[in-house]
């Protein structure tokens, strides 16, 4: 059993930045990818950044260049450095982790970032 725990949301101006991050209680090695999603009001939640075991990454095309996403396997914990924030990164973003052995999906509670104009 993972819980995880995101930290690190907040209000920040456009251009500006915020490191977001996912503590886990458990160890994450046992994980085979873990992500960070965000859903904005009205909006469906939807993959901002992704890590796999080994380290590969994948982003969402709005966030390339911007955002980086790494996990630290032996704290358990997985970060998301995002710069150059816009307002249309306003969202509440979500720790995401994926148990393939037992095909579970672990979330956390979600941070809010705000991004003004």
């Known amino acids: 059993q993972v819980h995880l725990v995101e930290s690190g949301g907040g209000l920040v101006q456009a251009g500006g930045s915020l490191r977001l991050s996912c503590a886990a209680s458990g160890s994450i090695r046992s994980l085979n990818a873990m992500a960070w999603y965000r859903q904005a009001p009205g909006k469906q939640r939807e993959l901002v950044a992704r890590i796999s075991t080994g380290g590969s990454t994948n982003y969402a095309e709005s966030v390339k260049g911007r955002f980086t996403i790494s996990r630290d396997n032996a704290k358990s914990t997985v970060s998301l450095q995002m710069n150059s924030l816009q307002p249309e990164d306003t969202a509440v973003y979500y720790c995401?982790?994926?148990?393939?052995?037992?095909?579970?999906?672990?979330w956390g509670q979600g941070t809010q970032v705000t991004v003004s104009s």
């Open positions: 995401h982790g994926f148990d393939g052995s037992i095909m579970f999906n672990y």
